[in-house]
């Protein structure tokens, strides 16, 4: 199993493109997750999805929108990028038997 | 506000001291409560997890955890520590009520380790 694999590693933008970062699962699991990672601030949940076709926003899910079409893949779009979005990205995925979230290896974003 | 703190920003130990990283968290009953650690430029990785029942959790790499319900805490320790575990540390919950979609993570601790 490749677990929860996540792709670009690394990705920079201008301010204002547009880009979406992928995640993807080979686990089953009916949950998947994104967060951000910020210096001082840990993670924080920016949406999820507890099946196909069914999301949900979290903490800091302004300028994020998702969408979930199969129980594998679960990417995270961003519209119009701002310095602010900024961050390292990791995606993640888990099941009520289990419950414990398995994370991807992140995207390191950088908005000039 | 419900949430998980972790008091020490950055703690630096001797390498073969012994280690306690603290956590807190402030809900009404008892949540899931994880701790992760992610050394530099890495991913996330599991040390261990408490659901219920035993109090004293046993981790990987050495580590073991005890919840006290009476403080509201669950804080990681290892005996001696290793150069290798200088890394940062992330204490986690699902709160009570929440699904495994929705941890709430500490701010972190970042261990430094004196050889």
């Known amino acids: 199993n490749a677990g929860v694999t996540q792709t670009p590693k690394f990705q920079v933008l201008k301010t204002g493109q547009s880009m979406t970062l992928q995640c993807a699962q080979d686990m089953n699991h009916e949950y998947m997750s994104w967060y951000r990672q910020d210096p001082g601030m840990g993670l924080r949940l920016i949406h999820y999805?507890?099946?196909?076709?069914?999301?949900d926003q979290g903490e800091v899910p302004n300028g994020y929108n998702v969408s979930r079409s199969t129980t594998e893949d679960f990417p995270l779009r961003l519209l119009s990028a701002a310095p602010s979005q900024t961050s390292v990205y990791f995606c993640?995925?888990?099941?009520?038997?289990?419950?414990?979230?398995?994370f991807g290896p992140g995207t390191r974003l950088t908005v000039t | 506000a419900q949430s998980v703190t972790q008091p020490d920003i950055h703690i630096t130990v001797s390498e073969g001291a012994s280690l306690e990283l603290r956590c807190n968290y402030s809900y009404g009953a008892t949540p899931y409560l994880f701790w992760y650690v992610q050394s530099p430029g890495q991913g996330l990785q599991l040390l261990l997890k408490y659901f219920s029942g035993d109090t004293l959790v046993q981790g990987i790499k050495g580590f073991e955890a005890e919840f006290k319900r009476s403080q509201s805490s669950f804080n990681l320790r290892k005996p001696s520590v290793h150069w290798s575990d200088a890394a940062e540390y992330f204490c986690?919950?699902?709160?009570?009520?929440?699904?495994?979609?929705?941890?709430?993570f500490g701010k972190g601790t970042k261990l430094s380790v004196i050889p």
């Open positions: 993640a995925s888990s099941s009520d038997r289990e419950r414990r979230q398995y």
């Open positions: 999805s507890v099946g196909a076709g069914i999301t």
């Open positions: 986690a919950v699902v709160p009570p009520g929440a699904g495994s979609y929705q941890l709430t």
